[in-house]
C-alpha cells in the first residue's frame, strides 16, 4: 500500500521550505513531506556559498534598469523587485517575531547596495537613474554622489589608488541585506521538522511521477542508501528541484511543461578571507556587465557574512556546463532534449551563439585574467589574499518563440497544471529573494478555493500585511512595512 501525503516538496531549497512554511501556517492540519535527494536542505542553490546572497531589490542591480537605443532609463522591473523582496522581508519579520525563525544576524545583516561606474557615458547613466529612482517612494533613500571623497568613505577599497582623470560616481542605500539563504532555509526547515504532520526525507530522490485517474499524483521515490524504490500518494506536488525541476516537469507529462528547456550556466567567485582586508569593506558594489556577458554576470564586489563569518566576495565568473545541478550529471543537458523542446532549445543556441561563446571563454579564463577583472574594482587587490570558489548551477529558461523557434530567458516561471495538483519553478532570478511572491503565486493558483476563504486570507494578512496592496502604488503603506522590516530585521543602519 503506497504511503499517502496531502503535499510533496520534491527538494529542500529555499523554495519548498518557503512553500512549506506557508502551507503549514495556514493549515496546520495538512501533511507535508519534503524529500531531498542530498544529505540535508541547502544544499544546492540555497546554499550561501552557492549564491551571492544579495537581497535583490533594485538598489545596485544596474541591469534591472535597462537603458534604450535613445537613452531612455525603464525602472520598473527595478520597482517590483523591490516591492516583492518587501513581501520577503514581512515573512521573515513575522518568522522572527514568532519566533520561528533565530535573530536575524544570523541570516540576514545590513550591508549597504552601492552602484559604481567609470566613465562619462556611464556617469550619466547612473546620474539619469537615481532621478528617476529617487522619485519613486521605494527608492526615497538612495544617495547620488561623483565625489571621490565621499565615494571614498563608502568604499576604500575601491577608491584607493583610483586616477583622479577618469569620472566616477555611485549610489548607495543604506539599509541593503546580505542574505545567507543557506542558513535562511536550514532554519525555515528546522522550523517545520519541529512540527506535526510534516516530514523531511533527505537521501530520498524523485525519479518520476504520475497522475492517477483520479486525479491526484504517485510520485515514486528511490531511498538513495538502500536503493528502495517506493512510491507516495498526494493530491499537490511543488517541483522546487532547482535545475532539475524541468526534467521533472517533463516526466509529469502536464501539457503545460511541453516546449521548454533549459540553459545552465555555471559560476565561480573570488573569495578573500584575510580579515585585514575583509574588515575594509562593507557593502555590495555592482557594476556595469561587460558588452555581451549575460545579465546574471554583473561584476560585483561584496561582503558576505555565511554561518556568522565575515569574508569578501567578487564575481560572478559564469561558465558554460551541461549539468542542471552542481551534484548533478554532464547528461542532464541531453537528456532533458525531446521532441516536444528540441526546436525550442535549437532555436534558442543558434540565437544565442555569442552567448556560448562568451561562456567558455569566460570558464577558460585564468586566474591572472580573473584577478584583473577584480582589480576594476579594487586596485590594489593581491592574488595571495583570492582563492576560486564554485558557485551553484542556474538553468535559464528556453521557451517556444513562433518566429525565432525558441529563445532565452533569464527570469524565473511557475508552470501550473490546469487542475492546480502540480506546480514547477524554473529559472533563477531575481531568486530566492523574492521566493515568498513566487510562493504565493504557487498558492493562488493551486489553492484558489481555499486562498478567498477568510480564514486563509487573514492568517496570509497576518504574516504579510501589505497583503493585496500595491507596495509599489502606495507610499503610506510602504513606508509602514519598511520601518517595520528594517527594524524588525535589524537592517537600519545610521547614514555614512
Ligand atoms: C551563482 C548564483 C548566484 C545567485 N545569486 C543570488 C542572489 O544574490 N540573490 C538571490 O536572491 N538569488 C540568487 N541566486 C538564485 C538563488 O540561489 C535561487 O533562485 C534559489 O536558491 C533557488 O532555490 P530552489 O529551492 O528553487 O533550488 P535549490 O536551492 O537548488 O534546491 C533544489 C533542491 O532540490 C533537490 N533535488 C533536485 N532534484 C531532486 C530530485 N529528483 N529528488 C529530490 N530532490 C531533488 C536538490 O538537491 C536541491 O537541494 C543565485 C543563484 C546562483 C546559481
Known sequence: MAEQADVVLVGAGTMSAT?????????????????????????????????????????????????????????????????????????????????????????????????????????AFLKKRHELLSQHHLFQDMVYSEDPEQLRQWMPLVMAERSADTPVAATRVPYGADVDFGALTRHLVQYLDGQDHFELRTHTKVRD?????????????????????????????????????????????????????????????????????????????????????????VPHLDTRIIGGERSLLFGPFAGFTTKFLKSGSVTDLMKSMNVGNVKPMVGAGLDNM?????????????????????????????????ELAQAGQRVQIIKQDPKKGGKLEFGTEI???????????????????????????????????????????????????????????DPQLARAVRARTLSALRLRRRPA
Open 19 to 123: 512553500l512549506g512554511v506557508l502551507l503549514r501556517s495556514l493549515d496546520p492540519s495538512l501533511n507535508i513531506m519534503m524529500v531531498e535527494s542530498l544529505d540535508g536542505p541547502a544544499r544546492e542553490s540555497s546554499d550561501g556559498w552557492n549564491n551571492a546572497g544579495t537581497g535583490h531589490a533594485g538598489y545596485c542591480e544596474l541591469n534591472y534598469t535597462p537603458q534604450d537605443q535613445d537613452g531612455n532609463i525603464d525602472i520598473s522591473k527595478a520597482v517590483n523587485i523591490n516591492a516583492n523582496f518587501e513581501i520577503s522581508l514581512q515573512l521573515w519579520s513575522w518568522l522572527v517575531e514568532q519566533g520561528h525563525l533565530p535573530e536575524p544576524e544570523q541570516f540576514i545583516n545590513p550591508t549597504p547596495h552601492l552602484s559604481f561606474v567609470w566613465g562619462e557615458k556611464n556617469v
Open 209 to 297: 511521477l504520475k497522475q492517477r485517474d483520479n486525479g491526484t499524483w504517485s510520485v515514486e521515490l528511490e531511498d538513495t542508501h538502500t536503493d528502495r524504490v517506493y512510491r507516495v500518494r498526494t493530491r499537490f506536488v511543488f517541483l522546487g528541484a532547482g535545475g532539475a525541476a524541468l526534467p521533472l516537469l517533463h516526466k509529469s507529462g502536464i501539457p503545460e511543461g511541453k516546449g521548454y528547456g533549459g540553459f545552465p550556466v555555471s559560476g565561480q567567485w573570488l573569495v578573500c578571507r584575510n580579515p585585514e582586508v575583509v574588515a575594509q569593506h562593507e557593502a555590495k558594489v555592482y557594476g556595469k556587465a561587460a558588452v555581451g556577458a549575460p545579465p546574471m554576470s
Open 354 to 386: 555569442p552567448l556560448t561563446v562568451y561562456l567558455m571563454r569566460e570558464a577558460l579564463q585564468s586566474q591572472k585574467s580573473r584577478m584583473g577583472s577584480l582589480r576594476d574594482y579594487y586596485p590594489q587587490a593581491r592574488s595571495d589574499d583570492w
Open 415 to 473: 508552470i501550473v497544471s490546469e487542475d492546480g495538483s502540480l506546480a514547477a519553478l524554473l529559472g533563477a532570478s531575481p531568486g530566492a529573494s523574492t521566493a515568498v511572491r513566487a510562493m504565493l503565486d504557487v498558492i493562488e493558483r493551486c489553492f484558489p478555493k481555499r486562498q478567498k476563504n477568510p480564514d486563509w486570507k487573514e492568517r496570509i494578512g497576518e504574516m504579510i500585511p501589505s497583503y493585496g496592496r500595491s507596495l509599489a502604488d
